[in-house]
Nanobody, 122 residues
Framework: QVQLVESGGGLVQAGGSLRLSCAAS????????MGWFRQAPGKEREFVSA????????WYADSVKGRFSISRDNAKNTVYLQMNSLKPEDTAVYYC???????????????WGQGTQVTVSS
């Protein structure tokens, strides 16, 4: 398993932006597809975005399409989630995940970070 550490969360007003980072260690980063998931209080963890090992393939939940952008830097072992036009409903703990395959079902992912809180005020 690869170890993952997220950063970049915080409190932002609606319409604002944040960039989350997830640093990986303990494995060959370019072997892993990377994903972002989020979990709001009382709700199930949900898929946000994913990126293929090369970075050429990206996927988004409909709720964030056009507002969020995922990218990766394999030289820095880091994946990013740029979040623009944030809405109060984006408030959640955001988790980074790694696996050799991409699946929108969070139970399929092998490695997880500890999560970073994102709070969007109205």
């Amino acid at each position: 398993q690869v170890q993952l550490v997220e950063s970049g969360g915080g409190l932002v007003q609606a319409g604002g932006s944040l960039r989350l980072s997830c640093a990986a260690s303990g494995g060959t980063f370019s072997d892993y597809a990377m994903g972002w998931f989020r979990q709001a209080p009382g709700k199930e963890r949900e898929f946000v975005s994913a990126i293929s090992q090369s970075g050429r393939g990206t996927w988004y939940a409909d709720s964030v399409k056009g507002r969020f952008s995922i990218s990766r830097d394999n030289a820095k072992n880091t994946v990013y989630l740029q979040m623009n036009s944030l809405k109060p409903e984006d408030t959640a703990v955001y988790y980074c995940a790694a696996d050799r395959a991409i699946d929108r079902d969070y139970t399929s992912w092998d490695s997880w970070g500890q999560g970073t809180q994102v709070t969007v005020s109205s």
